[in-house]
């Protein structure tokens, strides 16, 4: 899934940099998490882990030497749309899948 939807797409829009390695990384790290929490309700597991996720692509960037500017409009905004879609689309996903 990261390589799909995350690794490929960055290639292609020629964003193949040190943001691109940390933030796949990042979500790596949140797939064992979520492997290994499978018994935590997914709306809390994944509004969770999206905040993990956020702060750590933000901080790991920002040690890294990314502008703030960018950390904002990159990963804060990242961030507000995915806690939206968790808060949006939870109740019917859990719906469906149960």
Known sequence: MILLAHIIPELFAGHADKE???SAVIYAIM???AAALNN????????????IQAF??????RLSGTPMY?????N???FVLLIFYFISFSKPLVTILT
């Open 20 to 22: 691109m390695i940390i």
């Open 76 to 78: 804060g905004v990242e």
């Open 31 to 33: 797939c064992f998490l």
């Open 70 to 74: 960018e950390l904002i409009t990159e």
């Open 56 to 61: 750590l692509a933000m901080f790991l960037e």
């Open 40 to 51: 935590v309700p997914i709306v809390t597991l994944g509004m969770v882990l999206v905040s």
